[in-house]
Each structure stands twice: as C-alpha cells, then as structure tokens.
C-alpha cells in the first residue's frame, strides 16, 4: 500500500520559517517528480513546488518562487519544503504528491498519490 505522510506543520509567526517533509513507503518514487500543493480554507488546492526525479530541476508557483526551497533524498524516499519568509497568506494545509508522468507539472489531476497533508498556519 503506498503511502504519502507528511509533517512539520505548526504555528509560526510572520517572517518565520518552517520545514514540511514527506516520507513515501510502499514503493519508491526515484523515478518520478515530487510536489507540494496546498490548499487554504475556502479555496482550491493549487501548485507550490515541483522537482524532478534527480532534482536537478525545480518548479515554483509564483507565489513561494524565492522564499521556499524544494528538494529530495532518493535513497530515503522523502521530499522536503523549506519555507521562509512566511507570510499569513501562506496558511494552508499542505499536501505532497507523486504524479502518474514522468515531466515535472504543475497540474493536480496529473497525480495519483497524495499525503493526507500537514497543516501550517502562519499568524501576523
């Protein structure tokens, strides 16, 4: 059974900074992107960050593009999400997932597996 579980949500204040992590088991995921989205209460689930199966390459939505860092360890089947700066706008829960294409992609219905998600809220 594949399972996605993150963690490292909590309160933070303003300007802080959090890590998230993920830990995959029931197969291993070297071979495919990993991503975070996260969703905020009242809105749809959008696109965070992206990396490849090597993690030589990355994508970041706008948003976090310059304030969170994604990055990968293939031999412990984790993906991680360095957050800094964080602002309220920022509160969500976050979810990792694993796409069914080999291309990283910013679009959620191209993934299969998704974590239960952790929360971060993020207070001014």
């Known amino acids: 059974q594949v399972q996605l579980v993150e963690s490292g949500g909590k309160l933070v204040q303003a300007g802080g900074s959090l890590s998230l992590s993920c830990a995959a088991s029931?197969?291993?995921?070297?071979?495919?992107?990993m991503a975070w989205f996260r969703q905020a209460p009242g809105k749809e689930r959008v696109f965070v960050a992206a990396i490849s199966w090597s993690g030589d390459s990355t994508s970041y939505a706008d948003s976090v593009k310059g304030r969170f860092t994604i990055s990968r360890d293939n031999a412990k089947n984790t993906v991680n999400l360095v957050m800094n700066r964080l602002t309220p706008e920022d509160t969500a829960v976050y979810y990792c997932?694993?796409?069914?294409?080999?291309?990283?992609?910013?679009?959620?219905?191209?993934?299969?597996?998704w974590g239960q998600g952790t929360q971060v809220t993020v207070s001014s």
């Open positions: 029931g197969r291993t995921f070297s071979s495919y992107p």
């Open positions: 997932a694993v796409p069914r294409v080999r291309a990283i992609t910013n679009v959620a219905s191209f993934y299969d597996y």
